[in-house]
């Protein structure tokens, strides 16, 4: 029993330092570098006055808006339309053209431009998809049409969008139904109920609540962090504020357990019962992210997240907390008596 903990000791303490491993220096582009570049005279001989002026409005642009020029974006709608003319023709009333730009192409932010007189939004963007197609475009309309062009900020925004969570609790709940109907027949492993003897699936299923009601409480309490997380993310948690430091310590912990509960329902189970049970745990975790993202923007999460966490554990240490070990056939046992698989009396 010992030599089998120890060795999943171990083995999860390899899947940390390697996941520590992989966070490795992640650098940040500075987008006032790329300003501060563009006239390399000026750098060497003093910057005029104008110049100095045009870099201050960027720098306040970016703090408030956590991009600038130069910045990469993706169109994640179907197309967007953008102004051809320059943006004063259109608050004037002129006559003026438009032209699409379709799903997945690459847009660059060329120039900003604020006009206080348009009543309809006062910040307009201008962005490029080759060198010969520069168009304008609101900010409230070019920002909910495009994603940064980022894995991480593309990820963030899939799991972010409704349609998406309405999807998921729908398919969770005819996952969970139908699982349950089979595991109950067949009387087969699902944690929580009739789990396995391990603690790493219910540690699975709590770090996912957990992570979710930090998810929720970053985006309820520091909004402006988490923007600024989605336009310059990192899975680095060592060059973030502390919230989001601990978010992604949570969400790497995940990933290790993830790791450390398919190898040990691999070998505690048959192939066939695994998988049932893996899918089990899955349809679990996802209605854990589900539940407590949603709850814990109307503050319902956090007393919810404890009576989870005390239940959980009450649950593993009532079904699957395992004391004794057979003495002929190493089994693990809850408690004492005849062995279910070699049928020994263990006294």
């Not at 060795?7 to 996941?19: D, E, I, Q």
């Not at 600038?68 to 102004?83: A, C, G």
């Not at 009387?187 to 979710?212: E, G």
């Amino acid at each position: 029993m010992m030599s089998k903990c120890m060795l999943l000791f171990r083995r999860l303490c390899v899947c940390f330092f390697c996941a520590l491993l992989l966070t490795g220096c992640y650098h940040q582009k500075k987008d006032h570098d790329a300003l501060s570049a563009t006239n390399p005279q000026t750098a060497a001989t003093g910057y005029d006055s104008a110049y100095m002026e045009r870099v201050k409005d960027s720098l306040s642009f970016y703090s408030q808006h956590h991009y600038t020029e130069n910045y990469n974006f993706v169109v994640k709608r179907d197309s967007i339309m953008l102004l051809r003319q320059q943006p004063e023709e259109a608050v004037s009333m002129m006559s003026t053209d438009t032209f699409a730009v379709y799903r997945h192409d690459p847009l660059v932010v060329a120039d900003i431009r604020i006009l206080p007189n348009d009543t309809i939004d006062s910040v307009w963007v201008q962005v490029a998809r080759d060198q010969l197609t520069f168009g304008w475009i609101h900010e409230s309309e070019l920002l909910p049409s495009v994603v940064p062009d980022d894995p991480i900020s593309q990820f963030i925004s899939t799991f972010s969008d409704r349609h998406l969570l309405f999807f998921l609790v729908i398919i969770s709940l005819i996952a969970i139904a139908y699982l349950m109907h089979i595991i109950l027949k067949r009387n087969a492993k699902i944690v929580h109920f009739n789990d396995i003897h391990s603690i790493y699936p219910t540690l699975m299923a709590i770090s996912i609540a957990c992570a979710a009601t930090l998810y929720a409480s970053i985006q309820l309490f520091a909004p402006e962090m988490w923007r600024h997380f989605y336009y310059h993310p990192t899975l680095n948690p060592f060059s973030v504020p502390l919230i989001l430091s601990i978010f992604l310590v949570t969400v790497w912990f995940m990933l290790i357990l993830a790791i450390a509960c398919v190898d040990v329902v691999l070998h505690q189970l048959s192939l066939s019962e695994a998988v049932l049970y893996l899918c089990g745990l899955g349809a679990v975790c996802a209605f854990n992210y589900i539940v407590f993202s949603v709850t814990t923007l109307y503050y319902i999460g956090y007393p919810l997240l404890l009576l989870y966490i005390y239940y959980a554990l009450t649950s593993y240490r009532k079904h699957s907390h395992c004391q004794y070990i057979c003495g002929n056939c190493g089994a693990m046992l809850t408690k004492k008596g005849r062995c279910p698989h070699c049928g020994t009396v263990n006294q």
